[in-house]
């Protein structure tokens, strides 16, 4: 009797879906379908439209999504297929070695601070079952489940507990890893039916473009809806700021970073750091190296750089001018040490040692960017809190 | 005639010492002119205060700290290869600089959880005096532990393999941390592995000079002790020599220098094990009165032209010296394999 009228649910919703689905194809918004949208079970009416990411793309069919996780590795494109078929509907064919993900995903286990933060910007957060390690938790929502037990902790990418993760039956599997470097170790996961999905939003070369991946989010739990109109504020609040940012009419010289036994990891300038710093109005020297990680440099490379420079951020696991000191006293000739113009982004650490900035940061980019002008250009935004940084006394 | 040789050997390594040093110190990814570089050594002023900083706190301390690295490393090394009667021994065969890896991993990765580390800052160690002083306890624990064995072991040997194996149950501790730490955590970790002159200035280099240069006093006054172990464990007998004690105090030498050295710069490899053939070649003796300041020296060079080459001039990235040491070292003592047979003293 259950069966029946579950089948027939399914039978109901699938019919709607198809459509919902057809209705918006010819343009015309229904209203049913965008109530349907915010129960946050049935097959999203609205396409979430990728802008800024370049490591994944979505491709909208009746009643199943295509998603592709891209590796750009020079000019060679590597591609992971994922097929997310709306739960009850018949998994098409065609798609040989694509991964079956049954959408919308009920229950996520995750690696990174950022996939916490995908889940919560798509408010999402309590689905999280498993996660990495507890050690980097903000999340309000997640944080008292994990006190309720609702959340285990499973391992970090290198060793993560297989038997756990498999017994717990969940829709999905982000990793952190690169999409092709790596991936083979979770085929036992795999096999098991758990799909693996790799969430290589660092690899991304803007802000917005980290950020975007909420909508990878979105398209797994269907709340497109939601979550386009959450990220277009976003976007426009940032596109905002960074034209207000990079008009500016000084160009503050920064340093990123803190040296460590005589290497110094510089932003590189095609990372999305050197994105905010160039969006910032900033002046950053390695601006227009290759790269979207970072440049190894010596020292002394960047000394006369540390020397001189208006302004240091990101100053890394230090708390105090006098801890800076105590790492190497050299770092106390530098001219932003001397001036007091330190920074650093760990306002929102919490009581567990967790930095929120990894986290909430990552999908609030125009947040992060407000502070970074505030700090370099305070008449641009005179009224602005500081909400990821502080100043280091 | 030998000695007159000899005698201009050293006198020429010595000049070779201060060129490397110089050439070392005039080198870098930022370009300055030779004369500045020498203005700003002899007169400590310069119109350019960015130079000066560069030459006076970065060059200048890391070339110190080259010298001090390769002293220490080539005389442990020599030691050791005397002491085992093994030309494969450096200082690191007692374990002792896994003992300073351990130590190092003991606040890197098992520390690794803020809260413990926060503790530790409370007790007043901060930034890289913790990660120092880490490595002075991991070694000086390991050093407790060889020494309280050896003065139960009668033979040489025995001491090897039990300082391979202390080394192989300290590195599996480490990789087991290794394995269960947060990925940043670890990348912090072998990049401290990879070893560096550079992180060493102010008072850090007072200590290890100090440190350095004890281990070379205490190794100095041994010499006449490692000459008769070469011969072997009996004949020193024979020569009123009491082998126990002549080891003891000779790991206390091996483990201040590598211990102090590895504490301060991370491990450096192949220094102490080439140095030493390098020396025998070049000195032909079997005296350590000679070939220990001899190898002295050739080490401090050797470090020196390692680091120079580590700068690659016009790069803005240093490569890591460890890797260097490896990449000059091996052909080295390859080539003086194949060239002279002078692994007889080894019989």
């Known amino acids: 009797m259950i069966k029946i009228s579950r089948n027939l649910f399914f039978l109901v919703l699938s019919v709607f879906v198809l459509l919902g689905a057809f209705s918006c194809g010819r343009g015309a918004p229904k209203k049913e379908a965008a109530a349907a949208g915010e129960a946050g079970d049935a097959f999203s009416s609205e396409k979430a439209v990728i802008r800024h990411a370049h490591g994944f793309t979505i491709d909208y069919y009746d009643h199943y999504k295509l998603v592709r996780i891209l590796d750009h590795d020079g000019t060679k494109t590597d591609t992971l297929k994922y097929l997310l078929v709306q739960e009850g509907t018949a998994t098409p064919s065609g798609y040989p070695g694509a991964q079956v993900i049954t959408i919308p995903v009920k229950s996520l286990v995750v690696m990174s601070s950022m996939h916490v933060a995908l889940a919560d910007f798509a408010g999402v957060a309590d689905r999280i079952r498993g996660l990495g390690n507890f050690a980097y938790l903000s999340s309000t929502v997640v944080r008292n489940n994990v006190k309720a037990g609702k959340v285990t902790q499973i391992g970090l990418d290198g060793n993560i507990n297989n038997e756990l993760v498999i017994s717990m039956h969940p829709g999905i599997l982000m990793s952190m890893a690169n999409p092709d470097v790596g991936f083979a170790k979770f085929k036992t996961m795999m096999d098991a039916g758990v799909p693996v999905m790799p969430n290589s939003e660092w690899l991304e070369t803007t802000p917005l473009g980290r950020a975007e991946w909420v909508k990878l989010m979105a398209a797994l739990v269907n709340k497109e809806d939601f979550v386009n109109k959450k990220f277009d504020s976003v976007e426009k609040a940032y596109d905002t700021l960074a034209q207000l940012g990079s008009r500016a009419a000084t160009h503050p010289r920064v340093i990123i ?137 | 005639m030998e000695g007159t040789l000899k005698k201009g050997r050293i006198i020429g390594l010595l000049l070779l010492l201060l060129l490397a040093f110089l050439l070392d110190i005039s080198i870098g990814s930022i370009k300055i002119p030779l004369g500045e570089v020498f203005r700003i050594l002899f007169s400590f002023h310069s119109e350019n205060s960015t130079w000066q900083f560069i030459v006076e706190k970065i060059r200048f301390p890391k070339a110190c700290t080259a010298v001090l690295a390769g002293f220490g490393l080539s005389v442990g090394g020599l030691q050791m290869q005397t002491l085992f009667r093994n030309p494969l021994a450096d200082p690191a065969v007692l374990g002792v600089t896994s003992g300073a890896n351990l130590g190092v991993a003991s606040i890197m990765l098992a520390g690794g959880g803020s809260a413990s580390l926060y503790a530790i800052k409370e007790l007043g160690f901060s930034g890289s005096w913790l990660i120092t002083c880490a490595a002075c306890a991991g070694a000086g624990g390991v050093m407790l532990l060889v020494l309280a064995l050896s003065s139960r072991l009668n033979s040489n040997v025995m001491m090897l393999i039990i300082g391979i194996m202390i080394g192989s149950i300290t590195l599996s501790v480490i990789s087991i941390w290794q394995y269960l730490s947060d990925p940043d955590l670890v990348k912090e970790y072998l990049l401290w592995n990879f070893g560096s002159l550079g992180g060493v200035t102010g008072s850090q280099l007072v200590i290890l000079s100090l440190v350095v240069a004890a281990g070379l006093i205490i190794a100095f006054l041994s010499s006449k002790k490692l000459d008769a172990l070469l011969l072997g464990e009996n004949y020193a007998r024979s020569m009123g020599l009491t082998p126990k004690k002549a080891r003891i105090i000779i790991i206390c030498s091996t483990s201040l220098l590598a211990g102090g050295i590895t504490a301060f710069c991370g491990p450096i490899g192949f220094v102490g094990i080439a140095v030493p053939h390098i020396t025998r070649s070049l000195f032909n003796t079997s005296s350590h009165r000679i070939l220990i300041p001899a190898c002295c020296l050739v080490g401090s060079v050797l470090m020196l032209l390692c680091d120079t080459a580590a700068q690659l001039p016009g790069f803005q990235t240093v490569l890591p010296i460890n890797i260097i040491t490896a990449l000059i070292g091996a052909p080295l003592v390859i080539w003086i394999i194949l060239h002279k047979n002078n692994l007889r003293n080894f019989g």
Do not use: C
Request: aromatic fraction near 14%; charge should be negative.
């Open chain 1, 257 to 393: 970073g803190m040296p460590f036994k005589g290497s110094w990891y510089m932003p590189a300038g095609e990372s999305y750091m050197a994105k905010f710093l160039r969006d910032a109005g900033a002046g950053y020297k390695w601006a227009d190296t290759k790269g979207i990680g970072s440049v190894a440099l010596d020292f002394e490379a960047v000394a006369p750089e540390a020397l001189t420079a208006d302004y240091w951020l990101n100053v890394g696991q230090v708390d105090s001018k006098k801890e800076i000191a105590g790492k190497d006293p050299r770092y106390a000739s530098f001219k932003p040490f001397k001036t007091g113009a330190l920074y650093n982004n760990t306002k929102q650490t919490n009581d567990i040692g967790a930095n929120d900035y990894w986290e909430s940061g990552a999908v609030n980019p125009q947040v992060v960017l407000a502070d970074i002008i505030h700090i370099l250009h305070p008449e641009l935004l005179p009224n602005h809190q500081l909400v990821y940084y502080k100043q280091l006394q």
